[in-house]
């Protein structure tokens, strides 16, 4: 899913009072964009933005959908890989949220 960030909140009345929890400000892609992510308690969703201007142009992306414990096993050590500030460590997280995701939809 891709859309501005106003628009993703519009879209799913639960996201806008749900708690969240920040899973990092940095992390960087191979080509160097940045990306914030973080998970949404009341969807499950660990989704990301890409860093941009303004809230209407935000790239948003649902990386996966996955209860807490879930999440916490499947990124385990995501601190020290963001904040090493690396070309790729979103490339990291991309791939960890895929194999959470694709584990958990295994499971039904």
């Known amino acids: ?3 501005g960030l106003r628009g ?4 799913d009345p639960r996201r806008g009072a749900s708690p969240e929890r ?3 400000l940095h992390w ?3 080509t160097g964009a940045t990306y914030r992510a973080a998970w949404i308690a009341d969807t ?3 989704y990301s933005v890409r860093h941009s201007g ?10 996966a959908r996955l209860g807490a414990e879930a999440l916490e096993r499947w990124l385990a050590g995501w601190r020290r890989v963001c904040d090493s500030d690396q070309p790729g460590s979103y490339e ?4 960890r ?3 959470a995701w694709r584990a958990s939809a295994a499971s039904f």
């Open 8 to 11: 993703f909140y519009a879209a």
């Open 1 to 3: 899913m891709a859309a």
């Open 54 to 63: 303004s809230a209407e142009d935000a790239q948003v992306t649902v990386l």
């Open 22 to 24: 920040d899973f990092g």
């Open 28 to 30: 960087r892609s191979a």
């Open 44 to 46: 499950q969703e660990l």
């Open 92 to 95: 990291w997280l991309l791939e």
């Open 97 to 99: 949220a895929t194999g």
